[in-house]
């Protein structure tokens, strides 16, 4: 109805003759949405909609019986429903990997939304206007994967978190591609940041959660769950905490991610607000509240003790710093430097000398005093045999999902759930040097130039070169794309690049 109204507006009012009774049709339709879904949500908030829909109610099932009407009721007040329709999946995204059973068919938690936002997306978003390098290049970087992403296409056996990498594309493209739409306008772009630090924010408080009570997240019963004795991602004493992600490595991925853009977003805004009103408090105030956030995404971000995201995070924060103005730099690295300091003595005083082992490892990772050595090790070896792999299946690789065999095969001590552990290698074996690297190359070469073409206008632009920056780092050692969860995750900062681009463009 939401949708019905959107598309109805211009065209009840381009007849002139009957403007009011446009406006009396629509305001009728509108209000009958918002009583309906208002009504939703009610019977979703008592649990009657779980009940009716669902043979075993759990906590999971009552969230998305409740957050579905809230959302599309939010839609329906919206003058540009597409905008919190997608702003809600981002915050969902962590949650992709989480299935509702419906009627005995299993349902990602974030496909309801996403299919909203698509309706709305193709009858309600912008059309014609020059679009992104991204936008024009993404037929042909999906031309380039289909022949290694069809031939894995079975449904993955390595766990209940992994799918499909036909699955894992479609995702990374599909929300991309919302979020580009949804970040046409300036609100629009505002209120996707919001979401997007939201939803870290969301993710480092249920690590903090984790961490400090033992506990792990499951919204599949309402009994609580804790950390397994022989837990296999803890390290020493320390359970490592992992929120809604598969494993603590992807939770780390994502809290570096999106780090940098929380920053940036936060000196961006209260810069503009300075110059739009004058009144500096106000801006401050929100200024303060998102580095809080930041400081809390930082928090989160530390206790994963996932090496390679501290270090993406810091080098996209030192990217995002040199990026900004000249005469603003000293400020944003010291604000920086505070709050990281801040961050990194809470992190200690709750993981105690642990923290500082694993900080250690970082610069001699296979020493021989090294608790985690052996399977640093192991992880050269995976490297070597992957590009071995790589050479030997040069044109269209083994295909997606078709390597762990081979690592298996020739690495000691290594099971058919492993993989690279590396983004980049596991693409050129997987997608082989022609189809895969050249996939790779064409994404990152349409991204630089879509992120340059904002670094002249947009503040927000060094935030996104940041998080670039970190996702590239954290590629180089972990293959954590594989997660739907995590591609979900990763795709608002790809959509966001292609609005400032198209933005540019159509200034």
Not at 93 to 99: C, E, V
Not at 361 to 373: D, G, K, R
């Amino acid at each position: 109805m939401t949708t019905l109204a959107a598309r109805l507006r211009p065209y009840l009012g381009s007849h002139p003759g009957s403007p009011e009774a446009a406006h009396r049709y629509l305001a009728i339709l509108r209000w009958g949405a918002i009583l309906v879904l208002a009504a939703l949500a009610l019977a979703g908030a008592a649990g009657l909609t779980s009940q009716a829909l669902f043979t075993q109610p759990t906590t999971l099932k009552y969230a998305v019986t409740v957050a579905g009407p809230l959302l599309l009721l939010l839609a329906a007040l919206h003058p540009r429903p597409l905008e919190p329709i997608v702003a809600g999946t981002i915050v969902v995204a962590p949650f992709a990997a989480y299935p509702v059973t419906l009627k005995g068919i299993g349902v990602p938690a974030i496909l309801p939304f996403g299919l909203v936002a698509v309706v709305l997306a193709v009858t309600t978003g912008a059309r014609g206007g020059p679009g992104s390098n991204l936008g024009r290049a993404a037929p042909f970087i999906a031309a380039l994967l289909l022949l290694p992403v069809l031939a894995g296409t079975q449904l993955s056996a390595t766990g209940d978190h992994i799918s499909s990498p036909l699955v894992v594309v479609g995702t990374l493209l599909a929300l991309s591609w919302l979020v580009s739409r949804a970040a046409a306008t300036t609100e629009g772009t505002r209120l996707v940041i919001a979401a997007v630090v939201a939803s870290a924010v969301l993710q480092a408080a249920l690590a903090i959660w984790e961490f400090q009570t033992g506990r792990t997240l499951n919204l599949f019963t309402s009994t609580q769950s804790n950390f397994a004795s022989g837990y296999f991602f803890s390290y020493g004493a320390s359970n490592r905490p992992t929120g809604s992600y598969a494993d603590p490595i992807s939770l780390g991925n994502v809290l570096a991610i999106a780090l940098p853009l929380t920053t940036v977003a936060a000196l961006a805004y209260r810069r503009k607000q300075n110059s739009q009103d004058g009144r500096p408090g106000a801006s401050w105030t929100r200024s303060l509240l998102v580095m809080a956030a930041g400081m809390v995404i930082g928090l989160g971000l530390v206790l994963t003790f996932s090496r390679m995201s501290w270090v993406a995070a810091l080098a996209g924060l030192a990217l995002a710093v040199l990026l900004r103005p000249k005469g603003a730099r000293a400020r944003v690295a010291g604000g920086l430097l505070l709050l990281g300091g801040l961050a990194i003595v809470i992190a200690v005083a709750a993981a105690g000398p642990t923290l500082r082992t694993r900080y250690d490892s970082i610069f001699h990772p296979t020493a021989a005093n090294v608790s985690t050595a052996n399977g640093d090790r192991t992880r050269q070896q995976l490297w070597k045999v992957a590009l071995d792999v790589a050479v030997q299946h040069p044109v269209a690789g083994v295909g997606f999902d078709k390597l762990a065999p081979e690592l298996a095969t020739r690495v000691a001590d290594v099971s058919i759930l492993s993989h690279a552990h590396s983004t980049y290698l596991q693409l050129a074996a997987e997608g082989g040097l022609v189809l895969g690297v050249g996939a790779l190359v064409l994404f990152a070469l349409a991204l630089g130039r879509d992120l340059r073409n904002g670094l002249r206008t947009s503040p927000l632009a060094a935030g996104l070169a940041g998080s670039v920056l970190a996702l590239a780092i954290c590629w180089t050692t972990d293959y954590t794309i594989r997660y739907e969860a995590v591609a979900a995750s990763v795709a608002p900062l790809i959509g966001l690049i292609a609005a400032g681009a198209r933005s540019v463009r159509n200034a």
